[in-house]
């Protein structure tokens, strides 16, 4: 029997000691340095069909409808005319079972995590040497615990300890001028919005998406990225994005990017920095990264916990069928979204009157072009 260790307790290790778990011919473990996997952070998460289909293999079909829902459409808003542009609709790669679908995330990790014994998973271990002896990994854990494994992956998120282990700090990430913001709007106040679809509002240096994560929730998710440039001392701040002081800074540099309405009845408000990947790295022989450690995306294509199951599930297959083909497949495919990525967040942004009308004619032309679609999206949207 070989082991496998997993890194990080994430959605990407989660998933991957899922399909582990079923096979006797390993044993998986995995290794999180917290003393718990944090549930109370219930903001939305989007799994576009290629995930869907995958997390189905291992049951995500039994959860109960209320817990998620199934957007029908993508609505395309202009921030400053606050008037709809277009609409692209999602529900075209659906099948019967398959479905676009945004959930909580919490709903997602607490689905993972239960579908495991309790012994799988070892709290309070923060990896501290990754070395190797022969086709062995030994691996050492709060400066004294020993772990000898077959198989190594790394799932452990963008600011990877053990990535940073294997390449000598060579290659971190990159902050991306932005930030994140995240919050909850009750559905009384997202008057004139389908509430059955993806709104996406455009606008200088900023947008936003409004959608629900169940059938039942009266609570909407918000997500924003704002252009937004930190100094390298406020970047080591980890606290000064959680004070009210900062929060308050944010939210006026808004007034003129989103309606008061929206703005004013946003709860559970909170802010972090964008950091993306900026390079690659290839481990060697049986040491693997997954999820944000493998590459983190720029959050304008809405594939991170997307392609966190994908490439657990493509590892998996690669392990179990003594294959070499992993990094190589799963870097075409991180490529290509996150050109999209990049090219999603600069049409987004753009403020140019002249600029942002031909935008909106082209987007109006595209989001019915089955072509363009199946090129831009199917190619992402199925495996």
Do not use: W
């Amino acid at each position: 029997m070989k082991k496998i260790v997993i890194i990080g307790a994430g959605i990407s290790g989660l998933f991957v000691a899922n399909l582990f778990k079923e096979n006797l011919d390993y044993q998986v473990t995995i290794y999180e340095k917290n003393t718990l996997i944090n549930l109370d952070d219930g903001y939305g998460i989007q799994l576009s069909t290629n995930s869907i289909k995958l997390l189905n293999r291992i049951g995500f079909n039994t959860l109960e409808s209320k817990d998620r829902f199934n957007p029908e459409k993508i609505d395309f808003y202009e921030i400053k005319q606050e008037k709809k542009i277009c609409d692209l609709n999602i529900s075209e790669f659906n099948s019967e079972n398959c479905k676009y679908t945004t959930l909580k995330r919490p709903k997602l990790v607490e689905f993972l995590k239960d579908r495991l014994e309790d012994n799988i998973i070892k709290y309070d271990h923060n990896i501290e040497k990754i070395e190797k002896n022969n086709n062995q990994i030994i691996l050492t854990f709060n400066e004294s615990i020993k772990v000898i494994c077959d198989h190594l992956i790394i799932s452990d998120g963008v600011f990877s300890k053990g990535k940073s282990l294997i390449s000598n700090n060579k290659i971190k990430p990159a902050y991306n001028n932005s930030i994140a913001i995240r919050g909850n709007i009750s559905r009384k106040n997202i008057n004139n919005l389908n509430e059955k679809n993806i709104s996406l509002f455009m606008g200088n240096n900023f947008h936003y998406v409004i959608y629900p994560t169940n059938n039942d929730s009266e609570a909407f998710n918000f997500i924003g990225v704002l252009k937004y440039k930190l100094t390298a001392n406020e970047l080591d701040n980890y606290g000064l994005l959680k004070e009210k002081g900062f929060i308050q800074g944010i939210k006026d540099k808004l007034q003129n990017k989103i309606s008061a309405n929206i703005l004013d009845n946003l709860n559970d408000i909170k802010c972090f920095p964008v950091f993306v990947s900026k390079g690659y790295l290839k481990p060697g022989n049986n040491i693997s990264l997954i999820g944000d450690a493998f590459f983190a995306f720029p959050p304008s294509f809405a594939q991170g916990a997307s392609q966190s199951i994908e490439g657990g599930y493509e590892l998996f297959n690669d392990i179990v069928n003594n294959k070499n083909d992993f990094y190589n497949n799963r870097l075409v495919k991180v490529k290509m979204i996150n050109n999209r990525s990049k090219l999603n967040h600069f049409t987004f942004h753009l403020s140019n009157p002249i600029i942002v009308f031909f935008r909106n004619v082209i987007l109006k032309i595209l989001t019915k072009n089955k072509f363009f679609l199946s090129s831009y999206l199917g190619k992402i949207y199925k495996n």
